[in-house]
């Protein structure tokens, strides 16, 4: 039996690849265990079953099925050895401490029974044993994690997939409706359907489309949020669709290949290198997602802004970059990174919200929301994470929008009410004369909100409240 999780895919899957190998009959188990682990929202929640449609359908293919069941999985995969009179069990380990825990009840509880069971390592490039500081901690700054990452040299090579499996006995299995992850009443995944194709193929095909076509420009077009310059590859990350191994040695590949595109892959990877510097934090800090790394920030003076974050959570915040993204991230999923970065600072420095709320708003609207990158991005902008930026740095949101979206093309697809504002007062339509605005169809007020606060005050706000944690 191979116990699927985040590692939907046939591909380089050590667990499934070794099952294989037995010659034996292989049983394909996933199980919806929301107590192991953070649960995941309701984006996460749309992408899995799709995913598992997709998983399910590659694995028939090769002759085998998938099964599905719900519950404790230290409870519910023994139930299921035990009635298929399962051998042994195989999975791929994830260093992370609830799902660690589990994987220890399971061994247990296999043991019992007299089934053996098997781990491999399957969801980072380098374990996290292999990268500690002499006080046997992990590290805490990301680039001399990377660099001791890159001195390990090459991760082991992607494992194939297996060209076919036998068939294990007859399982019930529940159908995938069942565990009611897509929502029904509203159904607001539209846009994701729109967005997203899940599954291994379409991670793939992705992956080899961004070496091919978007590598070359990576290090510029990055941080365009109005050009097509990211790899778009993070939620199939997250659900294990690709594995990191794969996209180092496909990125590797097509660098040796075509050495004109090194540094855009130089780059490319060292951002598949910060996920890693994320679930490495995670794994030495189980509480990431509620507890700031750096102590001094838990004195910090939050306000609980109920209209300011539903204002925030909307899109309606009158910085047009700021609500572009949030809207973005509504209706597609995702959220341009470059942006997230503006969004995530306006909400904890212009707004002084805590960034546990806008981190439990992504948690549920992203697609990508990992565990580790999610919490570990809020604690970076909001400077009481790990290699954090500075708290006094507060990124003025119409500045931004005027550098990386120029002639406010984003903001035009996002927030259409702008669409005809002229490109040097899109990023600023509080600045326009009521003639331009009258012009472009805009009242302010109206069709678009005034900035719910002032750029400048909300700065001096956000340095006044950090003087005080440093003082203490």
């Known amino acids: 039996m191979v116990w699927f999780r985040d590692d939907l895919r046939l591909s380089d899957h050590p667990a499934l690849h070794a ?58 995969i023994p139930e299921v050895a035990r009635e ?83 068939p294990g006995p007859k399982i019930a299995s529940d159908k995938p409706e069942s565990w009611k992850l897509e929502p029904a009443k509203p159904d607001w995944a539209g846009g994701l359907r729109e967005s997203w194709t899940p599954g291994e193929a379409s991670a793939r095909a992705r992956l080899r489309d961004f070496l091919k076509h978007t590598a ?23 659900f294990g669709e690709l594995s990191p191994r794969q996209v180092w040695h496909a990125a590797r590949f097509a660098a040796a290949e075509n050495p ?23 794994h030495d800090n189980p509480n990431l997602a509620t507890e700031n790394l750096q102590t001094s920030f838990d004195d910090f003076p939050w306000k609980s802004e109920t209209k300011a974050l539903a204002a925030w959570q909307r899109g309606r915040t009158g910085y047009p970059i700021v609500d572009a993204g949030m809207r973005e991230l509504w209706h597609t999923g995702v959220m341009h990174n470059r942006v997230r ?17 806008g981190e439990a708003w992504f948690w549920d609207t992203l697609v990508d929301a990992d565990a580790g990158s999610n919490p570990a991005n809020w604690q970076w902008v909001a400077g009481c994470g790990a290699d954090a930026a500075p708290y006094f740095r507060v990124f003025n949101p119409t500045l931004q929008g005027e550098k990386f979206d120029p002639d406010g093309t984003y903001v035009r697809r996002w927030v259409p009410e702008l669409k005809d504002v002229p490109a040097k007062l899109i990023h600023q339509p509080w600045q326009a004369t009521p003639i331009e605005l009258g012009s472009a169809g805009v009242t302010l007020g109206k069709t678009y909100p005034q900035p719910i606060v002032d750029h400048a005050k909300g700065r001096e706000r956000a340095l006044a409240a950090y003087a005080k944690i440093r003082k203490g």
């Open 19 to 76: 099952a294989a190998k037995t010659g034996a009959p292989v049983i394909c188990l996933c199980v919806l265990d929301d107590a192991a682990g953070r649960a995941a929202g309701g984006a996460a929640r749309w992408w899995l079953a799709q995913s598992l449609r997709a998983l399910g359908a590659d694995i028939a293919a090769r002759g085998g099925s998938l099964v599905l069941c719900r519950g404790p999985a230290a409870r519910a």
């Open 341 to 357: 970065m503006v969004v995530a600072s306006f909400l904890v420095k212009h707004l002084l919200i805590d960034w546990r709320d």
């Open 84 to 166: 298929s009179e399962a051998g042994a069990v195989y999975w791929n380990t994830i260093a992370q401490a609830p799902h660690q825990a589990v994987e220890k009840q399971l061994e247990a509880a296999l043991a019992k029974l007299g089934v053996d069971s098997r781990s491999f390592p399957g969801d980072l490039l380098v374990p996290p044993a292999a990268i500690r500081n002499k006080e046997g901690r992990g590290l805490r700054v990301f680039t001399p994690f990377w660099r001791r990452v890159l001195l390990l040299g090459d991760p082991p090579k992607p494992l194939p997939a297996p060209k076919e499996l036998r």
């Open 216 to 238: 070359r420009g990576y290090v510029g077009d990055r941080d365009r949020p109005d050009r097509e310059g990211t790899s778009g590859l993070s939620a199939h990350l997250r």
């Open 260 to 282: 004109a595109i090194g540094s855009g892959i130089d780059k490319f990877l060292s951002e598949l290198g910060w996920r890693e510097f994320c679930r490495h934090l995670l």
